[in-house]
């Protein structure tokens, strides 16, 4: 079993459509959680960090849930600049950054 | 402007020729660390750093090489390529344990 589990997609979705994505995480001891955007072929870049009392950013909410080592994200009112692949990345306190493979969108108008 | 500076973009080599793909970072970060990406694999960690002179083992650490004598530049280096070493890599950087990781723009090697 990986460490870090995500959906493997892909989705598409038509504009406007609200989507998420879920992952999961075997490490009990895991420390930080993200959610990383990667446009194909480029550098990751960070969307948001995940915290137990959930976070929001405009249209981007995340979740984490310890009890479930459960980690979530919701995209609301797609946009076609949200396609892209989503990445979810545990770090533990040892310096060690996992990365779920990741979850593609594809957003049509 | 804060950067993380990953050279060469693109590099063809052969099979045994040393070589080292350079990163260097301006945000005077402690953590530093790379990656291999391949399809269907994902993005994971080769090596990484938590401080100048403190190198660590990552999930694929086989057939690479670091140092990291000076906090801005974490080199990998690969002394003997091989054909399965061919991928995309990335040098990240990040403030105390890896939050928030900065990644620099990658370097799509091929070795033949």
């Known amino acids: 079993r990986k460490e870090v589990e995500q959906d493997p997609g892909p989705f598409n979705v038509p504009e406007g459509a609200t989507v998420a994505f879920n992952c999961t995480y075997s490490n009990s001891a895991s420390q930080s959680f993200f959610w990383y955007r990667q446009d194909c072929r480029k550098e990751p870049k960070l969307l948001m960090s995940?915290?137990?009392s959930g976070n929001e950013d405009g249209r981007f909410t995340a979740q984490l849930n310890r009890a479930s080592q459960y980690i979530s994200l919701l995209i609301r009112d797609s946009k076609l600049s949200d396609s892209a692949t989503y990445l979810c990345?545990?770090?533990?306190?040892?310096?060690?950054?996992?990365f779920g493979d990741g979850t593609t969108l594809t957003v049509k108008p | 402007e804060a950067q993380v500076t990953q050279n060469p973009r693109y590099l063809i080599t052969v099979t045994g020729k040393k070589l080292t793909v350079t990163c260097s970072q301006n945000m005077n970060h402690e953590y530093m660390s790379w990656y291999r990406q391949d399809p269907g694999l994902g993005l994971r960690q080769i090596y990484y750093?938590?401080?100048?002179?403190?190198?660590d083992k990552g999930d694929v650490p086989e057939g690479y090489k670091v140092s990291r004598k000076e906090k801005r530049n974490f080199p990998l280096i690969l002394e003997s390529p091989s054909p399965n070493q061919t991928s995309l890599y990335f040098c990240?950087?990040?403030?105390?344990?890896?939050?928030?990781?900065?990644f620099g723009s990658g370097t799509q090697l091929s070795v033949l």
């Open positions: 995940v915290y137990s």
């Open positions: 990345v545990v770090t533990g306190n040892a310096g060690k950054s996992t």
């Open positions: 990240a950087t990040g403030d105390r344990f890896n939050e928030k990781l900065f």
């Open positions: 750093s938590m401080n100048v002179e403190v190198t």
